[in-house]
């Protein structure tokens, strides 16, 4: 059965009581913040929402991304940033027995991780690791590269903290720790045995466990909401863990992806921006002749293609994001980006 997308009678801020909110691409892009992202987190937190932050990247203590939200005027914690780094040492711990001697190629934040959890850092294929964790920070050379793949050939267990590709930055999009896995794939022939970054929706789970170690109740799954700009991780991890999910398009994620995604990487609402904490999400529906109507705009499949009534209208959007999944599902057409409506929304 299709996966539609849903609608609220309310604001998400009001209709969900915890947001699950990705970094990257939603709220900044390196050291640049996104627009409108601050001023909607904020006036989110005023309507009740509790605000997590969960981000795959590996490379940065707690406190120094919490600092960097502090200078766009968010009120944060340390605790309220869930790290890659943070998930990835306590994954590591449960898998391997106390003290179990530890490769780690990734930022200091990483390796205080491990360590804190009672593991041993050791800092060479030399050492004889048990097991190796993988992460990602700007500073990583191929020498750290080589010696991942050096103990994983002599059977280390190999541990990453997240598989994305790519990463937003300042001047665009850069090649994310997934990368850097697939080279020390391609040289050992070894897989992974585990991710602790999204698409596993542990980091979510993490999340609302750590806002309950704060004093507050454990948030139900289905009063929390998974929001990001990535459908392979954010949106997907949402799917598995059984979160709704809001797809934002200030990052990786553009309508043409939107339109084609398969069943698992469906979001289950989509704005263009954290704008759409704030508002009423309206559920598209389909009419009698076969349309997808959404407020105003509308959707239909013909002729093996998708069209819309306005290539500008976020609304027209979630319509055809309907009409495409459906006629994906029924199996009537094969869509690519040839076929679906070239999308430039209004901001």
């Known amino acids: 059965m299709t996966r539609f997308l849903k609608g609220t009678d309310r604001p998400l ?45 590996s490379s940065r203590f707690q406190h120094v991304v919490a600092d960097q939200l502090k200078g766009f005027g968010l009120d944060v914690q340390p605790w309220q940033v869930i790290t890659s780094s943070v998930v990835a040492a306590r994954m590591v711990a449960k898998a391997m027995p106390k003290g179990a001697k530890v490769l780690v190629l990734g930022a200091e934040h990483l390796r205080e991780e491990v360590s804190r959890n009672g593991l041993t850092v050791v800092n060479g294929p030399e050492d004889h690791p048990d097991a190796v964790i993988q992460g990602w920070y700007p500073q990583m050379t191929w020498q750290m590269m080589a010696d991942v793949a050096f103990a ?37 022939g070894v897989e992974p045995v585990a991710s602790a970054g999204k698409p596993e929706s542990f980091m979510y789970d993490e999340a609302r466990e750590l806002n309950a170690a704060e004093g507050h109740e454990l948030v139900a799954k289905d009063a929390s909401i998974a929001i990001g700009d990535r459908l392979d991780t954010d949106i997907e991890a949402g799917n598995r863990g059984g979160y709704d ?47 997808w109507q959404c407020r105003r705009e509308c ?11 306005d290539t500008t209208s976020v609304d027209a959007l979630r319509a055809a994001l309907c009409a495409a999944w459906e006629a994906s599902d029924k199996g009537e057409a094969s869509l690519d980006a040839s076929s679906v409506p070239a999308f430039a929304l209004e901001h």
């Open 299 to 309: 959707a239909w499949f013909e002729n093996g293609s998708v069209h819309a009534s």
């Open 245 to 291: 999910s809001l797809a934002v398009l200030t990052g990786v994620t553009n309508p043409t992806e939107l339109m084609l995604a398969p069943a698992h990487l469906r979001p289950t609402f989509v704005s263009p921006d954290l704008r759409g904490l704030l508002e009423v999400q309206p559920e598209p529906v389909r009419a009698e002749d076969g349309t």
């Open 13 to 57: 801020a009001e209709a969900y009581q915890l947001a699950l909110l990705d970094l990257d691409g939603v709220v900044y892009r390196g050291k640049n913040p996104v627009d409108h992202a601050a001023d909607s987190i904020r006036a989110a937190e005023q309507a009740g929402m509790t605000i997590e932050y969960t981000t795959n990247n």
């Open 152 to 188: 994983v050939e002599a059977g280390a267990t190999y541990f990453v903290t997240n598989r994305d590709l790519t990463i937003p930055r300042e001047l665009g999009i850069a090649p994310g720790c997934g990368s850097m896995i697939r080279a020390v794939i391609a040289a050992t």
